[in-house]
């Protein structure tokens, strides 16, 4: 089960990346789909702190990033999602997990759900940028699981 939500934030990471390099290659770049990408990342943050049990406090999701920082950001979510997922076995992933929302309201839910609220959060996102981009009358970059496996496969 661990190395299926390896895959999906491998996945996910992938498809962010495929998003910010299509933005990078709009001129000039089009701040609202910008926002868009920084506000998956800035989301994905916001659940690493708090499973890494780090500031509950409320962070910031919609900040202003660079493309470039959304880059940099990019590899070091990457990275820590890694390690939080080489740190859970199959017990601590169906574990309740403590936290409180940004209205400082707690709640416990599953490990597991917060991994795949992480990963749905970042795809509605993405759609979201597609759709912007299809209104600028531009093919929007395919980001299908299907089509990182294909490529990941090859």
């Known amino acids: 089960m661990i190395p299926f939500y390896r895959k999906l934030f491998e ?3 992938w498809a962010n990346g495929e998003i910010a390099s299509q933005l990078a290659s709009i001129e000039p770049t089009d701040e609202q789909l910008k926002k868009h ?6 989301s994905q943050f916001v659940w690493l702190n708090r499973l890494e049990w780090k500031s509950q406090s409320s962070p910031e999701t919609w900040p202003e990033w660079s493309l470039q920082e959304c880059q940099t950001r990019m590899e070091n979510l990457r990275d820590r999602w890694q390690e939080i997922l080489q740190s859970l076995n ?9 936290y409180q929302n940004s209205e400082g309201t707690v709640f416990e839910t599953p490990i597991q759900d917060i991994l795949i609220h992480a990963i749905t959060h970042s795809s509605y996102q993405r759609s979201q940028i597609a759709k912007q981009v299809r209104q600028m009358d531009i093919s929007p ?6 089509t990182y496996i294909r490529i990941v496969d090859q």
């Open 37 to 42: 990408l920084v506000h998956i990342l800035a």
């Open 11 to 13: 996945y996910d990471n």
């Open 141 to 146: 970059v395919n980001t299908d699981y299907i």
């Open 90 to 98: 199959l017990p601590a992933l169906y574990s309740k997990f403590r």
